[in-house]
C-alpha cells in the first residue's frame, strides 16, 4: 500500500484564533495538540465545570480558556479556525452563522489526517466496525508492521500526531459524525461494512445518514481501494460515486474480493495468487463476524499483511468488550454482555447467533429507528422481552404480543427479571438497540453494570 501525500493540505495554526466546540476525550486531545502548535485556544461545552470534572481541570491548568454552559456565537464568530467534536452535530446554529462568515469547521478527524503521512485503513459502518478495526489491527501486528488503532475505537487520530509514533499502518474506526465534518481526508484503504437505520435522532432521514456514510471515499484517488458489502442494498447505491478500485466481500463468488464457503475463505486480489484462510479456528459467534472477518481479510492483504499474520489472528482474535461477549453461567444459564449493540440492526444480527431460549434485555435512549426489523427473530427465538429505560414504552408497543413481555426503569431490576425468568439452558442477552445515555455515560459503563448485575446474581445464588 503505498504513502498518501497529504503535506500540502498541512494546517498553520501558531496565533490562530481556533475554538474547540465539545470537550470530553477527543475535544481534551485537540485542544492539547493545538496549543503545543502555538495556537490561541478556546473550548466551549454546553456542560458545566462539575459535569465535565477532570476535563475542565485539564484544560484550565494548559491555560486554554473555557466557555461552559451553552454555544455562545461571539466565540465562533471570533474565530479563524473552528474544531468539532464528534458527539456535537455539525448543524448547530453557531456553526451556520460562522461558516456563513466563512469561517471554516472541520472536525478532530479531518485536522488529524491534515499532519499525517502514513499509510491508512479506514472502517465504517452501522454495525461491526469496531471489531473490523480491531481485528485488522491485529492481523497487520501479527504480520511484523507498527500499527496505530484509534479513531473512533480508544485514542483519538490526533493523538497518534501527538506521539510522534512512526507506524507502518494507521487503522482507524471512522464514525459517521466524523465524516460529516471532513475535507480531505483520504484513507489509502476505505471499508463500508454495511448502513443500516441509526442516528436518525441526529440526521433528517436514512437517505442523508447514507451519504454520510459514503463521504468515506469522496477524496480516495484511482490507486485507493474502497472495500465493500456486496450484498447491502444501501451500500450499493453510493458505488457510483467511488472512483477507487473496488474489491467485495459477502459475495457467493468473485474475481476480486473474498469469499466464504463453510470454514474457508478466499481473498482475491487482482494480480496477486489467491490467499486461502481457515475459519475452523475464528472465535466470533454470528454471520456478521464472519462477514467482518472477511472485509478485514482483504484490506489487511492489501496493507502490506502477510498470510501467516493474518491467519494467527483468525485463529486467536478474542472479540471486544461489550460486544456478545459471554459474562457468566450461572445455574446453566449463559449471560451475554452486548451493550455495544447501540441500535436495532446490531440486537438483530446478535439474536441471528442463537437458536432459542432468550430472554433479551433491551432498552435505553431511543434513536430514531424502527423496532419492527425484529419481529420475526422475537417471535421464533425470545422466551421473553424485558424492555428498560426511556424507550421500554415505544419497544414494547412494537413488539409486544410477540411473546412474554415485562418493563422496567433500570438495568439492575431488568438483569433480576431475567434471572426469574431464566432456567437451565437459557441465554439472558442484553442487547439494548438504543444509546445509553438515559442513565449512564456511555456503551462501555452500561455494560460494566451489566457484568456487576450479573455477578451479583452468583453470590446471591
Do not use: W
Amino acid at each position: 500500500m503505498s504513502r498518501g501525500n497529504r503535506s500540502n493540505t498541512s494546517l498553520k495554526l501558531k496565533n490562530r484564533k481556533v475554538l474547540v466546540v465539545g470537550l470530553a476525550k477527543t475535544g481534551l486531545s485537540v485542544a492539547r495538540f493545538l496549543k503545543k502548535r502555538g495556537a490561541h485556544v478556546t473550548v466551549t461545552d454546553l456542560k458545566n465545570k462539575d459535569e465535565l470534572g477532570s476535563y475542565a481541570e485539564d484544560v484550565l491548568a494548559m491555560g486554554i480558556s473555557l466557555s461552559l454552559g451553552a454555544h455562545e456565537t461571539q466565540h465562533f464568530m471570533n474565530s479563524d479556525l473552528i474544531v468539532l467534536s464528534p458527539g456535537v452535530p455539525h448543524t448547530i446554529t453557531p456553526l451556520d452563522t460562522a461558516r456563513g462568515a466563512g469561517i471554516p469547521v472541520i472536525g478532530e478527524i479531518e485536522l488529524a489526517s491534515r499532519h499525517i503521512e502514513e499509510p491508512m485503513v479506514a472502517v465504517t459502518g452501522t454495525n461491526g466496525k469496531t471489531t473490523t478495526t480491531s481485528l485488522i489491527g491485529e492481523m497487520l501486528k501479527a504480520s511484523g508492521q507498527k500499527v496505530f488503532v484509534g479513531g473512533n475505537i480508544g485514542a483519538p487520530l490526533i493523538d497518534y500526531v501527538e506521539t510522534g509514533m512512526q507506524a507502518d499502518t494507521i487503522v482507524a474506526e471512522i464514525s459517521s459524525f466524523q465524516l460529516d465534518t471532513i475535507e480531505h481526508f483520504r484513507p489509502e484503504v476505505g471499508l463500508l461494512l454495511n448502513i443500516t437505520e441509526d442516528h436518525l435522532d441526529r440526521y433528517d432521514d436514512f437517505e442523508h445518514y447514507v451519504q454520510s456514510k459514503g463521504r468515506l471515499f469522496e477524496n480516495q484517488e484511482s490507486t485507493d481501494v474502497a472495500i465493500l458489502n456486496a450484498q447491502d442494498k444501501a451500500v450499493s447505491r453510493l458505488e457510483g460515486h467511488i472512483t477507487s478500485q473496488r474489491l467485495y466481500f459477502n459475495v457467493p463468488q468473485t474475481s476480486h474480493g473474498a469469499v466464504v464457503r463453510d470454514k474457508e475463505m478466499v481473498c482475491n486480489l487482482p494480480g496477486k495468487a489467491p490467499a486461502v484462510f481457515s475459519l475452523a479456528g475464528f472465535g466470533l459467534k454470528g454471520a456478521h463476524n464472519v462477514e467482518n472477518a472477511a472485509a478485514a481479510s482483504l484490506a489487511a492483504l492489501i496493507a502490506g499483511g502477510d498470510e501467516s499474520g493474518i491467519q494467527a489472528a483468525l485463529d486467536t482474535y478474542e472479540g471486544l468488550h461489550h460486544r456478545m461477549e459471554l459474562v457468566k453461567i450461572i445455574g446453566g444459564v449463559h449471560y451475554y454482555n452486548d451493550s455495544k449493540a447501540t441500535n436495532v440492526d446490531a440486537v438483530k444480527r446478535s439474536l441471528e447467533s442463537f437458536d432459542a431460549n432468550v430472554i433479551l434485555i433491551m432498552g435505553g435512549r431511543d434513536k430514531g429507528g424502527s423496532y419492527t426489523i425484529l419481529e420475526a427473530l422475537i417471535r421464533e427465538r425470545v422466551k421473553k422481552l424485558i424492555a428498560m429505560g426511556e424507550a421500554r414504552e415505544k419497544i414494547l408497543k412494537a413488539l409486544r404480543g410477540l411473546t412474554r413481555t415485562e418493563e422496567t426503569g433500570t438495568l439492575d431490576e431488568a438483569v433480576r427479571l431475567a434471572d426469574q425468568a431464566a432456567r437451565p439452558g437459557d441465554i439472558v442477552l442484553l442487547s439494548p438497540g438504543c444509546s445509553s445515555f438515559d442513565q449512564f455515560t456511555d456503551y462501555a459503563e452500561r455494560g460494566e453494570a451489566f457484568v456487576k448485575a450479573v455477578e451479583a446474581l452468583k453470590i446471591a445464588n
